[in-house]
């Protein structure tokens, strides 16, 4: 049974950082593309950053230069830095794993950001 569990979201100031981790279970973890989401209060779940099975990154626009997606293989693990965070950085943080070849995705239930003076 696959299973995604995001850790480390909570509340900081404006320019501050966090680390989100997404451990996962019941899956052969170094062979699937892992994706961050997030979604806003009133608004669309939106693609954040992902990192594939030979480690290339890509970010979306509104994190670029602030965010970093890396992973362990071994620790079944995806994490999140996020630097220089913003009040618009505030959402619910989703993990997506994504089977290139079985192209089945599976999601974590999600854990809290809020950026707030």
């Known amino acids: 049974q696959v299973q995604l569990v995001e850790s480390g979201g909570g509340l900081v100031q404006p320019g501050g950082s966090l680390r989100l981790s997404c451990a996962a279970s019941?899956?052969?973890?170094?062979?699937?593309?892992m994706r961050w989401y997030r979604q806003a209060p009133g608004e669309q779940r939106e693609w954040v950053a992902m990192i594939t099975s030979t480690s290339t990154t890509t970010y979306a626009d509104s994190v670029k230069g602030r965010f970093t997606i890396s992973r362990d293989n071994a620790k079944n693990t995806v994490y999140l830095q996020m630097n220089s965070l913003k009040p618009e950085d505030t959402a619910v943080y989703y993990c997506n794993a994504y089977h290139p070849l079985r192209l089945t995705s599976n999601w974590g239930q999600g854990t809290q950001v809020t950026v707030s003076s």
């Open positions: 019941g899956i052969s973890f170094s062979i699937y593309t």
